[in-house]
Every structure is written in structure tokens, then in C-alpha cells.
């Protein structure tokens, strides 16, 4: 038997965590220097459901476009390829993701919290002055999916590392390394390279329990893990100072926030996180 590995255990079950065709249709499309708003407009098009997500989702206050936007190739051109890509992908992957069996985490649960990672990821990262800050959101919203990978794939040694860190989510990541010999964001990052992912997202992923050992793409690991961070505190009072004082003088350097100004995004987040959810994450997805 191989010894155990994040590549080893995807290709366990390569079509259970497979993207669907309609990522890749757009992926493909974008690549061809011909393509035009309209040429893409039709393939997305072809999936009503993901079309109409993607234009609630453009003309929500998150997004805050001033003009309405109500046709996809529209949304291509004022959103831009890029960050319609990431928004295909995202809805794609919570249909995807949504519709997997498992008995250890209840679903609406570990979307509520992803998506408030995401939302408070692309808030941090518009704080900071980062350029494409659409790429965070993406980052926070797939951050945990390794442990969907660990859940379904190794049911015994996750429900031993859950009881185990219970209360504590600092814990998993230690204890992941000692179980199965490695975390459930090697597990994720793995997955992003199986789909084809840029290097930068995959980066992050891996590196957000460490975010001191990122190389090209450090900034974006430190702001995904103090987005997750904050999510796991978010429901105490006053959690802002106490999560950041996890962070080391180097670490506070590079993310360049301040107190107030991360208090003022999780404000943010708080006002927007209901909407973004609700468009992102129906209930009828889990039945």
C-alpha cells in the first residue's frame, strides 16, 4: 500500500471531488484570445441555476457595482474574467461540495462558516490594499476543504481528531499532522493544484496554520489566516485584540493592519455576511 499522501488520498475518490464541466467550459473558453463577453456568456448560460447566482451575486451591496447589472456577458465586462471566474467557481463548488454524504459535520454549518471566512478575507484584503481581492474570498471559502476530503475519506481518525479539539481549532492542524501525517490545508492545496488553480491560491491554502513558511505569496496566507482566526472568534466579545495578539510583530508587519482597522472589517463583514451567504449557500442545496 502507498504510503499516505495528500495525492494519494485524492485519487481515491477523483470523481466525488472533481470540479464540474461548467468551471472548465469557462476556464477553457478564457484561455482562447478570441473569446468575447458574449461567446462565454452562452456557455455559462447553459446552467440557468449558476446564472442567475452569479447576477444576484454582482448586484449585491458586497459587490457594490453602481450600475445594474442583468445580462452575464454585462457582468463579464464591468466584474472582469478574472473575478467572474473565481465567482463560477465558487457557486460551483459549494453545488459540488454541498452534495457529498458525510455524518461528521453538518453542512450549512461549514458553509456558514466558510463563507464568513471568505467574506472576511476579501474585506481584509481590500483594507490592505491588495490588488484582486476577489482572490481572498475565493481562498476563504475554500480554506477547509481538505477537512470535507479527511471527513469522507478517513471517517475513524477524523472523528478522533475532532472529539479531541474540541473547542479549540488551534488543535487540528497538530493533531492532523500526527494522525494522518499531514493537515487538512496540505489536503486542500493539493486539491486546488488538481483543479488547475493558480499557484497563489494554492499557496495560501497550504500555508494558512503557518502562514511564516509562505514564499511568493505571504501577504495572502497571513490575511487568510487572520480571516479564519477572526471567524472562529466571532462569536465572543471584543475578539478583535485577542486575535491579533496571536500575531507576531513580523506577522502584524506584513498584514499591515492596525486594531481599528480590522475591527472596522469585521463590522463590515457582519452587515454583508447574511446576504452573501443567502445567495451563495441555498437551503435546498443539502437535501
Request: glycine share 4%.
Amino acid at each position: 500500500m502507498a504510503k499516505l499522501s495528500p495525492q494519494v488520498l485524492i485519487q481515491e475518490s477523483l470523481e466525488l471531488f472533481s470540479l464540474p464541466d461548467i468551471y472548465f467550459q469557462v476556464s477553457e473558453m478564457i484561455s482562447d484570445p478570441r473569446f468575447t463577453a458574449e461567446d462565454l456568456g452562452r456557455v455559462i448560460g447553459k446552467d440557468p441555476g449558476l446564472s442567475v447566482r452569479l447576477l444576484k451575486l454582482v448586484n449585491s451591496s458586497f459587490y457594490g457595482f453602481q450600475a445594474r447589472i442583468d445580462t452575464i456577458p454585462r457582468a463579464i465586462t464591468i466584474v472582469g474574467v478574472e473575478d467572474l471566474q473565481s465567482l463560477v467557481l465558487e457557486t460551483a463548488v459549494i453545488d459540488k461540495f454541498s452534495r457529498i454524504p458525510c455524518e461528521l459535520v453538518d453542512m450549512t454549518e461549514f458553509w456558514l462558516r466558510s463563507v464568513q471566512c471568505a467574506v472576511i478575507a476579501k474585506l481584509l484584503a481590500k483594507e490592505s490594499a491588495v490588488l484582486h481581492s476577489e482572490r481572498l474570498f475565493l481562498a476563504g471559502l475554500l480554506h477547509d476543504l481538505g477537512s470535507l476530503v479527511f471527513y469522507y475519506e478517513l471517517p475513524d481518525e477524523s472523528r478522533e481528531i475532532l472529539l479531541t479539539a474540541v473547542g479549540d481549532r488551534r488543535l487540528v492542524g497538530g493533531l492532523e499532522q500526527e494522525i494522518i501525517g499531514f493537515t487538512h490545508a496540505d489536503m486542500g492545496a493539493e486539491l486546488m493544484r488538481l483543479w488547475g488553480l493558480p499557484e497563489s491560491l494554492c499557496e495560501a491554502i497550504a500555508c494558512y496554520l503557518n502562514p511564516e513558511v509562505a514564499q511568493a505569496h505571504k501577504l495572502d496566507a497571513y490575511l487568510l489566516c487572520l480571516a479564519s482566526r477572526l471567524t472562529e472568534f466571532s462569536q465572543q466579545e471584543d475578539f478583535v485584540e485577542q486575535v491579533l495578539a496571536e500575531f507576531s510583530d513580523q506577522a502584524l508587519s506584513v498584514i499591515r493592519l492596525d486594531i481599528k482597522q480590522v475591527t472596522s472589517v469585521v463590522k463590515k463583514a457582519n452587515e454583508e455576511f447574511a446576504q452573501v451567504f443567502e445567495l451563495m449557500v441555498p437551503e435546498k442545496r443539502f437535501h
